[in-house]
């Protein structure tokens, strides 16, 4: 268990919907990454946030956002669901922004239909 | 732009063998390197880093890993695999100094142990 949750596990919604991912970090992490996994683009780093503010984009959609929460969770919406947005989204934690692992958790698999 | 190469889509080894799952990358400046492993239904853990030092770093459950500035390469090994070892393993490279930690990985390996 590398103590960062993420919910739902799974999640299946239909084309053109809304879905909010939730992501608690380790405790005392500051740093939060969300990646998508999928079985053509591989694990594609989407966005980070450190201690509330964000602080690195990746390949993340403009349909996608992402926030830090005050208690240091983060949530990442996805909207306006395509079926291509079907992938596993993990959430990552780390103690500082560089120079350390990150620990991922079991991550949210969505299915879009 | 930082990217990762994990040339082998499978490596198959018999158990009790050596395993070495590759991985090359290409980042300006020095890089920090990270293996991961991920088993079936389950998010990633991460098994070792390279930041500085000793070119060879070792990790957990018995894994090891080498650092080749000249050949930019950091293939991941095992002297002796176990069939728990199968999974897919994941290179990635984060840039210093670049004021984030984000991760580039590579493609992935599958790693088959035989009994």
């Known amino acids: 268990d590398s103590g960062v949750t993420q919910t739902p596990k799974h999640l299946i919604t239909a084309t053109g919907q809304r879905v909010t991912l939730r992501c608690s970090p380790r405790?005392?992490?500051?740093?939060v990454y969300w990646y998508q996994q999928s079985l053509d683009q591989g694990l594609q780093f989407l966005i980070q946030y450190y201690n509330g503010e964000e602080r690195a984009k990746g390949n993340i959609l403009e349909r996608f956002s992402a926030q830090q929460f005050p208690d240091l969770h983060s949530e990442l919406n996805l909207s306006s669901l395509e079926l291509g947005d079907s992938a596993l989204y993990f959430c990552?934690?780390?103690?500082?922004?560089?120079?350390?692992?990150?620990?991922f958790g079991q991550g949210t698999r969505l299915t879009v239909v | 732009a930082q990217s990762v190469a994990q040339p082998e889509d499978q490596v198959n080894v018999a158990e009790g063998n050596p395993l070495t799952v590759k991985c090359t990358y290409s980042v300006s400046g020095n890089p920090y390197l990270f293996w991961y492993v991920q088993y079936p239904n389950r998010g990633l853990q991460f098994l070792l880093k390279y930041i500085t030092g000793d070119n060879l770093v070792k990790g957990s459950y018995g894994f090891e890993a080498e650092f080749n500035k000249s050949q930019t390469s950091f293939h991941l090994k095992k002297p002796s695999a176990l069939v728990s070892d199968s999974a897919l393993y994941f290179c990635a490279v984060s840039r210093p100094g670049a004021g984030s930690y984000q991760l580039t990985f590579g493609k992935g390996t599958k790693l088959s142990v035989i009994p």
């Open positions: 990552a934690s780390s103690v500082q922004v560089q120079n350390t692992e990150a620990f």
């Open positions: 405790s005392g992490d500051l740093s």
